[in-house]
Structures are given as structure tokens and as C-alpha cells.
């Protein structure tokens, strides 16, 4: 009985701890098979609350992959007119700078491209291409060379475009060395001019000259460039197209324009002397005075801005008393006579419309897309021992010096009023201010005794370093 009765008890007990065994077993399985499960499926961590989730949601193989395939590389889900995409590598920049305050999990996503782009891109990240700001080239800072491949067209050639009044080779003068000097900017190249590279810049496009008979001069400078001087009767007159005929009793047209069918580009040239609106006071009068809106661009302007890619203007000579009297202008400021003593004066009316026009166009270059607008700072006068009108002459046969060191511009009227603005300065002042014996000087076709020219160039001449420096910044 003690025998069966104590196996019992021992069968009994036995049995308690392999049931304890058992369920033991039974519980460590299932936590294994939760756990392995777990680390099998990581997103049930989403399962979680917000703040205890892991930073890191993805093994490194995993979130490369994500970051590739969703995350766009240039704003991370940002929306894009906030953050927009402009260049691989100022991408790189925003993703750095996004990381410092991004949540951790973008932050090194951030850094996984960061380190790939900056191992891509190394040698890139060096160069000054690469830097926010770069120094603009002063191309108004150099010297004149001696050059044997000047001039770039013959001085007793190009009558299709050049005024005979301005072709000195036809006069009597005997010297010609003005002709044999090449500007060399002192810290950046300028491109050699050639017609058939300017052409091809200028394929589809329009280049336009509006301002006094210095930009007339530059305009027709500019066309014998291009054509080396030679006839070329395929190019097409196209004035019409841009409202340029010839007034009934005018002496000559408002201003030309040609069109070379080769790359259908057009140069054109429209006289604006004052860069301001000017109209008659009564149309119906013959002897009307005319109001120049001093605050108001040309018409022209206006009509055919969204014709022009590169736009050229310049004043200056014509801002005297004399001339206004003599063109019966009258200032008008807000479509009304003048009443401001400052703007009165006629330094301060010039520079008052110097800078109206620039902030005009300015304000219309976001409208015109790839159009380039330059104000050409003003071109110098060499009248020495006198005016113009008393006894003032040039007579000098060599340059004032070779050399421009100033790396401010001389023209500091124009230098202001394109400040702070998408519109370029043309500066030829301080280039040409050391050029003296440039000008017409006395000569003249005719031989006759008179006033000397020392505010026109000799062409070829001056005008042409002037496009040369306007071919390089287009």
C-alpha cells in the first residue's frame, strides 16, 4: 500500500512538473516566435506612440534605398517654390544646411547624399565656379597694346554703313597710329571679335542702340565689324518694321536697321538723345514746343521691347541749355511742367532721367525673358584751349597714356543709376578718356577751315573697342 501509495504521489508529482515543464517550453516558444517576428518586421513600430518610436526607423541598406526612390534629393518633401532646384551642388549645400534642423531620421539621409555628392563632385566644390558670389570682370581696367591685327576693317572700305564725315582714312589726315591699339582688360580675357562669332551669338535675336549720335556711331562701328568692311547686299533693310522711315522734311530717318538672313540677326540704331519722352505740346502747331518727360522712356521703347534682346543706351552730350532751347524742349516730371528746382538744373534733370530710364527697364527685364540691358557710360570730350564754338581743339597724334588703373568707373553718374539693378554698365569712359588723338579732329572731307571735332571718333577707331568690350559680356 506504501508502495503503490508513494508511487503515486511520486507519478503525481512528476507529472505537476512536466505539465510546469511543458507550459514553460510552450511560453518560451511563443515569446522566441514574437520576438523573431519583431525584429522581422520593423514597422509595427509605427504601432507605437509618436515619441516612442526609434529615431532610426530603417536599417542603413533599407533607408538608402528609400531615400533614392521617394525622397526627392533637392528638398526632402519640402515643396519646391520653397526650396527650388537650381544646381546639383547647391543642392548639397540646402541638404547640409536642411540637416541641422531636420528630424534625425532626414538628417541622415541628408548626410548619406551629402557624402556622395561631395565625392562626386570634388573637384567641382574647389573651383571659383562653385562659390556664391564671383568677381565680375572690370573690363574699364587696362591698357592699350600695340596690335597688328588692327583695324578689324579697312578705313576706306565700309560705305554701306560708315558716314563719310566719320571715315577719317578719307580725309586729310596722315597719321594712323589711333587705328594699331588693342584694350586688354588687366584681370580677365576678352574674346577676340570676329562677325561670323558675333552672328552666331546673336542668331534669332536683335541688338539695339538707342541713344545720341555716339550710339550712331557705335551702331555703324558695330556694322562694319560684322561685315568686315565689305558690300553686302543680302542684307536686308528692315527700318519699317521698327517704325525707322524718313520723316517728309526730315534730313534723315529716326534711326536703321538691318537684318543679316544668315542667323536672321537684326542691329538697329534709334536716336534718342535725351533716353526721355518727347512729344508736341500741340500737334496741330508748326512751331509747338515739345515736352520731355524726363520720367517717362522713349515711346520707342515701349512699342518694341519685346522685339530686343541686347539693349544699348547712352546720353549725355545733348544735356546743355543750348541744345534744349535750341529743340524748343520744355521739362515735363508726372505729365506736368517741371516745378522742381533741382530737377531744373540740367545736371540734375540728366541724372534724374539717367536713373528714371534705368529703373524702367529694369523693372521690364523680369517680363523679357533673356533680355540683356547695358547703359553705356558716357563717351569723353577732348576740346582743349576752348569750347567747341571757341577756337577748342585735339590735335594730338598720341594717346594721353596706355594704361587705366582706376577701378572705379570715371563715369559715376552712370555707375549710380545701374547700381543695386539687373542692367549693365558699358563703362568706355575711362578707356577712352586717355585716347585724345581718336578724334575727327580738324579734318573733313572737304579740306575747309572750321570748328574741330574733338567729341566724334575716327572709325575705324575708339567705337570699335566699345563693341569689343559689349561682345564680350554677351
Known amino acids: 500500500m506504501k508502495g503503490g501509495g508513494g508511487g503515486y504521489l511520486y507519478n503525481k508529482h512528476v507529472g505537476l512538473k512536466m505539465k510546469q515543464l511543458s507550459l514553460f517550453f510552450i511560453i518560451f516558444v511563443c515569446a522566441s516566435l514574437v520576438l523573431w517576428n519583431w525584429d522581422k518586421t520593423p514597422h509595427l513600430t509605427a504601432l507605437l506612440p509618436l515619441d516612442d518610436q526609434p529615431l532610426n526607423l530603417f536599417p542603413v541598406e533599407v533607408e538608402r534605398k528609400h531615400a533614392t526612390q521617394q525622397l526627392p534629393p533637392s528638398d526632402f518633401n519640402t515643396p519646391q517654390d520653397q526650396y527650388p532646384q537650381t544646381s546639383h551642388l547647391e543642392n548639397t549645400t ?5 540637416s541641422i534642423s531636420e528630424p534625425k531620421e532626414l538628417s541622415e539621409t541628408a548626410k548619406q547624399q551629402s557624402v556622395t555628392s561631395q565625392r562626386t563632385e570634388s573637384t567641382v566644390i574647389d573651383t571659383p565656379m562653385a562659390k556664391a558670389e ?3 570682370c572690370n573690363f574699364g581696367k587696362g591698357k592699350w597694346v600695340p596690335a597688328d591685327n588692327r583695324p578689324l576693317y579697312s578705313g576706306f572700305g565700309c560705305k554701306q554703313w560708315l558716314s563719310g564725315m566719320w571715315a577719317c582714312r578719307l580725309t586729310q589726315r596722315t597719321d594712323f597710329g589711333y587705328e594699331k591699339l588693342k584694350w586688354q582688360p588687366k584681370d580677365c580675357k576678352m574674346d577676340d571679335f570676329t562677325g561670323a562669332e558675333f552672328l552666331k551669338r546673336m542668331q534669332d535675336k536683335t541688338l539695339a542702340f538707342v541713344g545720341d549720335s555716339l550710339g550712331r556711331q ?15 547686299p543680302d542684307v536686308e533693310d528692315v527700318g519699317k518694321e521698327f517704325g525707322l522711315a524718313k520723316a517728309q522734311g526730315s534730313a534723315r530717318p529716326d534711326g536703321w536697321a538691318y537684318r543679316f538672313p544668315t542667323t536672321n540677326t537684326t542691329i538697329l540704331y534709334y536716336w ?6 518727347i512729344e508736341p505740346i500741340d500737334p496741330t502747331s508748326e512751331t509747338t514746343d515739345y515736352a520731355m518727360h524726363l520720367d517717362r522712356p522713349p515711346a520707342f521703347l515701349k512699342h518694341f521691347l519685346d522685339r530686343i534682346h541686347v539693349l544699348v543706351l547712352n546720353t549725355g552730350h545733348h544735356w546743355n541749355r543750348g541744345k534744349l532751347n535750341a529743340n524748343r524742349w520744355v521739362m515735363h516730371v508726372g505729365g506736368k511742367p517741371n516745378t522742381n528746382r533741382r530737377i531744373a538744373d540740367i545736371g540734375g534733370a540728366k541724372n534724374f532721367t539717367i536713373h528714371s530710364v534705368v529703373r524702367w527697364v529694369n523693372a521690364e527685364l523680369p517680363k523679357h525673358g533673356g533680355l540683356k540691358a547695358f ?4 563717351s ?5 584751349n576752348g569750347e567747341w564754338n571757341t577756337g577748342g581743339t585735339c590735335d594730338s597724334t598720341s594717346p594721353g597714356s596706355l ?4 577701378d572705379e568707373s570715371s563715369d559715376p553718374v552712370a555707375a549710380s543709376a545701374v547700381k543695386g539693378t539687373d542692367v549693365k554698365l558699358l563703362d568706355i569712359t575711362g578707356l577712352s578718356l586717355v585716347r585724345e588723338e581718336g578724334h575727327i579732329s580738324r579734318y573733313s572731307i572737304r579740306a575747309a577751315p572750321g570748328m574741330q571735332d574733338c567729341l566724334h ?4 577707331g575708339v567705337p570699335d573697342t566699345w563693341n569689343e568690350v559689349l561682345f564680350a559680356q554677351i
Not at 223 to 229: L, N
Open 403 to 406: 594704361e587705366v588703373l582706376q
Open 218 to 232: 557705335q551702331f555703324q562701328s558695330l556694322m562694319c565689324m560684322v561685315t568686315g568692311g565689305e558690300e553686302m
Open 272 to 277: 534718342s538723345a535725351s533716353l526721355c519722352d
Open 375 to 378: 547703359l553705356r557710360s558716357i
Open 134 to 136: 564671383t568677381k565680375a
Open 380 to 384: 569723353p570730350r577732348h576740346f582743349f
Open 457 to 460: 571718333w575716327c572709325l575705324p
Open 94 to 98: 540646402l541638404l547640409v544646411d536642411k
